[in-house]
């Protein structure tokens, strides 16, 4: 198989590495989701990680608390994620930085664009931890603007369906499947796949989307080398 895509940009969820736990880390998904990433990393592409936190904290949990403060917690959740995927990944040899958006230099090197592009020269896989290190922000929001940032070819975003539809499939037998999409459409039809503010980041600097479902077997892969799968959003 050859791949599409020259440099990638991958959201995970962390409730997809809870697996059907829906809490913590759960060992066999990420082992699965590795295996796939080091043969993505074989064929020569570079990768960014963007990990969400929802698997240890979600918003603030139906509490009272302060905004600000739920998002930073939000925050220290992705870099344990993040902290467990290198650990993975580089137990399967292949060489992997966190970055932060948020200083905390003795677990990871501050979120530098430059230094993650040299990274990826050096043939590094790096996770970037802390979404954009402002609240109010989603971790979508924050892969969108790295997808931007590092001139990413594609942002991949693996969730728990194979892809956008017009209404909840688990709500809805006969929930209609968009196979193309534009960033339009999601804004104006005001789907959930991803945040108003991340597909706007997207269409203005023209970084397609592809959504597909994670579990599905060799989905990054598949992804990478371009075949007919999921939800693909872009400006045409």
């Known amino acids: 198989m050859q791949p599409k ?5 991958l959201k995970l969820s962390g409730e ?8 913590g880390l759960n060992e066999d998904v990420i082992s699965a989701v590795v295996d796939q990433l080091v043969k993505v990393h ?6 960014a990680l963007v990990i969400g936190g929802g698997n240890f904290w979600r918003g603030r949990q139906g509490t009272q608390m302060d905004r600000t403060t739920a998002d930073h917690m939000g925050m220290l959740a992705t870099v344990m994620n993040s902290l467990a995927m290198m650990d993975a990944i580089e137990r399967k040899g292949i060489p992997t930085r966190v970055q932060t958006a948020l200083n905390m230099i003795s677990v990871a090197e501050p979120y ?5 592009l040299h ?3 050096k043939g590094r896989i790096v996770i970037m931890a802390c979404g954009t290190g402002n609240p109010y922000c989603s971790t979508d929001t924050a892969a969108a603007q790295r997808a931007c940032e590092i001139n990413a070819d594609v942002l991949l975003m693996a969730k728990n369906v194979d ?3 017009d209404s909840d499939p688990a709500k809805n037998p006969n ?4 196979d193309r999409l534009t960033f339009s459409d999601i804004v104006n039809k005001g789907l959930k796949a991803m945040d108003a ?3 706007t980041m997207c269409m203005e600097n023209d970084v397609p989307v592809l959504a597909f479902a994670l579990n599905d077997k060799d989905s990054i892969i598949r992804a990478v080398c371009g075949e007919n799968l999921g939800t693909l959003i872009s400006n045409e």
């Open 5 to 9: 895509y020259k440099r990638i940009l």
């Open 16 to 23: 997809a590495l809870a697996g059907e736990q829906r809490f």
């Open 42 to 47: 074989e064929m020569g592409v570079e990768i």
């Open 112 to 116: 530098v664009l430059r230094k993650a």
């Open 119 to 121: 990274h990826f020269e």
């Open 163 to 165: 892809g956008i539809y």
């Open 175 to 178: 929930a209609k499947k968009y």
């Open 197 to 199: 503010t991340a597909a």
